[in-house]
């Protein structure tokens, strides 16, 4: 299946992805230091980003945020790329400063087509998806 957004931050990966249902803030709800999800509201919490392909709806909370994800490159547990259906301002910004490919304009139907496990394709550059 072949799901086509919006290319924000380019780039091209093959990974694994991780699928939130819920918003993500990456200050104070993912650790930098290790990239796992400490937010014990997410459905997430106690999973690690690190090099999945990380899908949820928007992210929330503080613009400090966008420097964690930069962190969390620099630290080599950053998420391999972020798929969004509405990417908001602090997450563009951490995926710029990080080099993280970034995708949005996913509806939540689509969305709901990705399960955690699944093995995809994500071209950035021309805001494709493929689940294989």
Same mark, same amino acid.
């Given at each position: 299946?072949?799901?086509?957004?919006?290319?924000?931050?380019k780039g091209k990966v093959e990974g694994i992805a991780l699928v939130s249902k819920?918003?993500?803030?990456?200050?104070?709800?993912?650790?930098?230091?290790?990239?796992?999800?400490?937010?014990?509201?997410?459905?997430?919490?106690?999973?690690?980003?690190?090099?999945? %392909?990380?899908?949820?709806?928007?992210?929330? #909370?503080?613009?400090? #945020?966008?420097?964690?994800?930069?962190?969390?490159?620099?630290?080599?547990?950053?998420?391999?790329?972020?798929?969004?259906?509405?990417?908001?301002?602090?997450?563009?910004?951490?995926?710029?400063?990080?080099?993280?490919?970034? %995708?949005? #304009? %996913?509806?939540?139907?689509?969305?709901?087509? %990705?399960?955690?496990?699944?093995?995809?394709?994500?071209?950035?550059?021309?805001?494709?998806?493929?689940?294989?």
């Open positions: 299946m072949i799901l086509k957004g919006r290319s924000i931050c819920t918003p993500i803030s990456f200050y104070g709800g993912v650790d930098a230091k290790t990239g796992r999800v400490i937010e014990k509201n997410n459905e997430l919490f106690g999973e690690t980003v690190t090099d999945k %392909i990380l899908f949820f709806p928007y992210g929330k #909370g503080s613009t400090v #945020g966008s420097y964690v994800l930069y962190q969390m490159a620099k630290n080599k547990v950053a998420p391999k790329a972020i798929v969004n259906v509405e990417t908001e301002p602090i997450i563009v910004a951490g995926c710029i400063l990080a080099d993280i490919p970034l %995708i949005d #304009g %996913i509806s939540e139907n689509e969305m709901g087509k %990705i399960k955690s496990g699944d093995k995809i394709k994500l071209d950035a550059d021309n805001g494709v998806i493929e689940i294989l």
